[in-house]
T-cell receptor, first 113, second 110 residues
Framework: NAGVTQTPKFRILKIGQSMTLQCAQD?????MYWYRQDPGMGLKLIYY???????DKGEVPNGYNVSRSTTEDFPLRLELAAPSQTSVYFC????????????FGQGTRLTVV | KQEVTQIPAALSVPEGENLVLNCSFT??????LQWFRQDPGKGLTSLLL?????REQTSGRLNASLDKSSGRSTLYIAASQPGDSATYLC?????????FGTGTRLQVFP
């Protein structure tokens, strides 16, 4: 199983540029999440989704947008990149069942210059 | 609002020591608690999942406990090894989402 796949692994953006971080999972999980991790810090929730067509804001949603048109995919969009968005971004998925663990992608390291 | 705290932020120990990492949460209505390991520059690897109805889980040299009434979870690592050096993160499941602590950076030296 591929699990949770994120692309790209690395990206450098200029201030004001836009990009989409891709996330796909093959475990048929309803729940998907986007987190960011700044150096030496824990993970902060950006957006999450409990199923196709349903998304909700997390702790730090400003400057980002998401969509969930299929169960498998949950892309994260940065519209106007700012240096404050330099971070490592992790996508995760989980089942609604509380007995199951969450699975994470390998991360996307984004630098905005 | 659920908040998760981990103490200590960093820990350096000699090889062979038994050690305890702490995780505290403010809302006892969590559904489960998950411990992760993160190596530098890498993603998260799940270590243990404790459901809200359980008191502890064990995997090899790792043992995690959960006390919802006091809002605490601990990760016990027995006979630590240099290969255990990493950052350890706990995350509480709050209805639909995982809320993370800030992590404990562990270094085990030979």
């Amino acid at each position: 199983n591929a699990g949770v796949t994120q692309t790209p692994k690395f990206r450098i953006l200029k201030i004001g540029q836009s990009m989409t971080l891709q996330c796909a999972q093959d475990m048929n999980h309803n729940y998907m999440y986007w987190y960011r991790q700044d150096p030496g810090m824990g993970l902060k929730l950006i957006y999450y989704s409990v199923g196709a067509g349903i998304t909700d804001k997390g702790e730090v949603p400003n400057g980002y947008n998401v969509s969930r048109s299929t169960t498998e995919d949950f892309p994260l969009r940065l519209e106007l990149a700012a240096p404050s968005q330099t971070s490592v971004y992790f996508c995760a998925s989980n089942s609604p069942m509380t007995t199951t663990e969450a699975f994470f992608g390998q991360g996307t390291r984004l630098t905005v210059v | 609002k659920q908040e998760v705290t981990q103490i200590p932020a960093a820990l350096s120990v000699p090889e062979g020591e038994n050690l305890v990492l702490n995780c505290s949460f403010t809302d006892s209505a969590i559904y489960n608690l998950q411990w992760f390991r993160q190596d530098p520059g890498k993603g998260l690897t799940s270590l243990l999942l404790i459901q809200s109805s359980q008191r502890e889980q064990t995997s090899g040299r790792l043992n995690a406990s959960l006390d919802k009434s006091s809002g605490r979870s601990t990760l016990y690592i027995a006979a630590s090894q240099p290969g255990d050096s990493a950052t350890y993160l706990c995350a509480g499941r709050d209805t639909d989402k995982l809320i993370f602590g800030t992590g404990t950076r562990l270094q085990v030296f030979p």
